[in-house]
């Protein structure tokens, strides 16, 4: 969750903003973070990305420092120093714990519309580079992490101005809830956004490649079905016998058809706890053990949704009884005594 200022690029974090967050009991932890568009130079490299300026607090918040690849973490003894993305390490060939030559780090002066001498139209700060993260290639290439207070010093903004604060809500509290108490209680002059909030189209995005996933998934289903109803039929022309002879005792063919009907629904049943039961094992060990990885550092990530295993209990359950019905269907006293 991050707090973000409903006007301008800043705000001023009061005693009272500070109070509010801390005496939050779903709360976890808070940081305070200043990010901006700026650009990096190094020897005869540059490449744009965001300098995020955090707290010491912001490892609580976001567990970046156990996805570096090189290094440590911002070190609160140090002054100017950095933490960099594998992306913008490889873009600019600098590597950690290079001394010799800093890296430039540099914002245009705010108000100045035309650029009459370069050297005096951008703001900069120098920084040693403590650690490489890796991460996504978006990620990695995006973000150099500084403290909080060099830049605060590049942008010119006051000890206590920040441009957002990021907040971890603990588990068991649900996000929305949280929102709306944070609302209420800080006022109209925040803007508050959730996880699902800040990456709208990321979100968008895997809702439609889980739908995409769904339809491939019942295709393939219908597909497997046909199994099951050719199952059934060679079943039924197997028992032709044992049908007679029901008939003759006076079972209707209605009753016949029922128990084909409840002998295919419990192919599918036995088959559909199996591939449950293997699917939720292979998501606990995914979760726990991270079995495939996107980095050497990232596991794929995986949740266990009861809604998921309503959706397909149901649907193989639907798709099972109209297949041992269609294949039920040829059972007719012609067909028998043929």
């Keep these: 969750m991050k707090i973000l200022p409903?006007?301008?690029?800043?705000?001023?974090?009061?005693?009272?903003?500070?109070?509010?967050?801390?005496?939050?009991?779903?709360?976890?932890a808070f940081s305070k973070v200043v990010e901006e568009r700026v650009s990096l130079r190094y020897k005869n490299k540059n490449h744009i990305a965001f300098i995020k300026g955090v707290d010491e607090n912001y490892t609580s918040v976001v567990s970046i420092d156990s996805s570096l690849n090189v290094?440590?973490?911002?070190?609160?003894k140090y002054k100017n120093i950095a933490v960099i993305g594998a992306g913008i390490s490889y873009k600019l060939s600098l590597a950690a714990f290079n001394f010799e030559t800093p890296l430039q780090v540099l914002v245009p002066k705010p108000g100045i519309r035309f650029i009459t001498n370069p050297n005096?139209?951008?703001?900069?700060?120098?920084?040693?580079?403590?650690?490489?993260?890796?991460?996504?290639?978006?990620?990695?290439d995006k973000f150099v992490f500084t403290h909080i207070q060099e830049a605060q010093s590049l942008l010119n903004y006051e000890p206590k101005e920040v441009t957002a604060i990021e907040l971890k809500i603990?588990?068991?509290?649900?996000?929305?809830?949280?929102?709306?108490?944070?609302k209420?209680?800080?006022?109209?002059?925040?803007?508050?956004?959730?996880?699902?909030?800040?990456?709208?189209?990321?979100?968008?995005?895997?809702?439609?490649?889980?739908?995409?996933?769904?339809?491939?998934f019942t295709l393939i289903t219908i597909i497997a079905?046909?199994?099951?109803?050719?199952?059934?039929?060679?079943?039924?022309?197997?028992?032709?016998?044992?049908v007679k002879t029901l008939?003759?005792?006076?079972?209707?063919?209605?009753?016949?058809?029922?128990?084909?009907?409840?002998q295919g629904f419990l192919l599918v049943f036995i088959g559909m706890s199996i591939g449950v039961f293997v699917g939720a094992l292979l998501v606990f060990m995914q979760i726990k053990y991270g079995l495939f990885m996107i980095t050497n550092s990232l596991p794929y990530p995986v949740e266990l949704k009861w809604t998921n295993f309503f959706i397909v209990i149901t649907t193989i359950s639907c798709l099972g009884i109209m297949a041992s019905k269609i294949a039920s269907s040829r059972i007719s006293k012609e067909f028998i005594e043929g």
């Design 6 to 28: 409903k006007e301008g690029k800043a705000f001023h974090v009061s005693d009272s903003v500070i109070d509010i967050l801390s005496g939050k009991n779903e709360v976890k």
């Design 247 to 262: 008939l003759s005792l006076g079972v209707n063919i209605k009753q016949v058809k029922k128990i084909f009907i409840y």
């Design 120 to 140: 005096k139209a951008f703001n900069a700060i120098d920084v040693n580079i403590f650690g490489v993260y890796g991460g996504s290639e978006e990620f990695q």
């Design 225 to 242: 079905l046909f199994n099951v109803v050719g199952s059934i039929i060679m079943m039924i022309i197997d028992k032709k016998s044992n």
């Design 71 to 76: 290094g440590t973490w911002l070190d609160q």
């Design 184 to 216: 209420a209680l800080l006022g109209n002059r925040f803007d508050i956004k959730t996880k699902k909030e800040l990456n709208a189209l990321y979100y968008k995005v895997v809702n439609t490649e889980n739908f995409i996933s769904y339809l491939i």
């Design 170 to 182: 603990k588990s068991r509290f649900d996000v929305r809830t949280v929102k709306k108490e944070l």
